[in-house]
T-cell receptor, first 113, second 111 residues
Framework: DAGVTQSPTHLIKTRGQQVTLRCSPK?????VSWYQQALGQGPQFIFQ???????QRGNFPDRFSGHQFPNYSSELNVNALLLGDSALYLC????????????FGPGTRLTVT | LAKTTQPISMDSYEGQEVNITCSHN???????ITWYQQFPSQGPRFIIQ???TKVTNEVASLFIPADRKSSTLSLPRVSLSDTAVYYC????????????FGTGTQLKVEL
């Protein structure tokens, strides 16, 4: 049973560029949440997708957008990258949008230069 | 939004019991207390969740007093592999499962 998978593992981008990160949830899960984790900090909630709709959103600008596909996989898009967007981006999945037991993927390390 | 306070770091030795206490004075009636563990360069991993009194699983125990303003994560007989950051979270009320992480407690286990 595959857990949460994310791609790519690492990514280097230049300021102003756009990036797309991908996530496949754990088998049987239908809800995907995205988190940003800066070095030395705890993960910060970006948004959550359930039934292909954004259900909750954290304090992130609309440069951060996402999508959920019918197979429950999800993408996180970040436009007009800033140096401060450099972080580990984590995807977490759960069954329905009310379970606090979330399964996290290994993350995508994004470096903006 | 209930805010949590926990020690920044703790040190222990293999075989000892480790107790990490978390303060959440503004916890709401419908909030649950949840703990996650995170190793370097990995995503957090769910450890345990509780509402009141005591919860135990194969990994840890969670003690919650009657006023629910604090909780204690207990790790029995820790080993080197328990070296990690431990996060105490209080669930956001109003539905949904948005997780709000603080800075966590860095536990270091030595021989």
């Amino acid at each position: 049973d595959a857990g949460v998978t994310q791609s790519p593992t690492h990514l280097i981008k230049t300021r102003g560029q756009q990036v797309t990160l991908r996530c496949s949830p754990k088998s049987g899960h239908d809800t995907v949440s995205w988190y940003q984790q800066a070095l030395g900090q705890g993960p910060q909630f970006i948004f959550q997708y359930y039934e292909e709709e954004e259900r909750q959103r954290g304090n992130f600008p609309d440069r951060f957008s996402g999508h959920q596909f019918p197979n429950y996989s999800s993408e996180l898009n970040v436009n007009a990258l800033l140096l401060g967007d450099s972080a580990l981006y984590l995807c977490a999945s759960s069954y329905r949008d009310v379970s606090y037991e979330q399964y996290f993927g290994p993350g995508t390390r994004l470096t903006v230069t | 939004l209930a805010k949590t306070t926990q020690p920044i770091s703790m040190d222990s030795y293999e075989g000892q019991e480790v107790n990490i206490t978390c303060s959440h004075n503004n916890i709401a009636t419908n909030d649950y207390i949840t703990w996650y563990q995170q190793f370097p360069s990995q995503g957090p991993r769910f450890i345990i969740q509780g509402y009141k009194t005591k919860v135990t699983n194969e990994v840890a125990s969670l003690f919650i007093p009657a006023d629910r303003k604090s909780s204690t994560l207990s790790l029995p007989r820790v080993s080197l592999s328990d070296t990690a950051v431990y996060y105490c979270l209080v669930a956001v009320t109003g539905g949904g499962n948005k997780l709000t992480f603080g800075t966590g407690t860095q536990l270091k286990v030595e021989l």
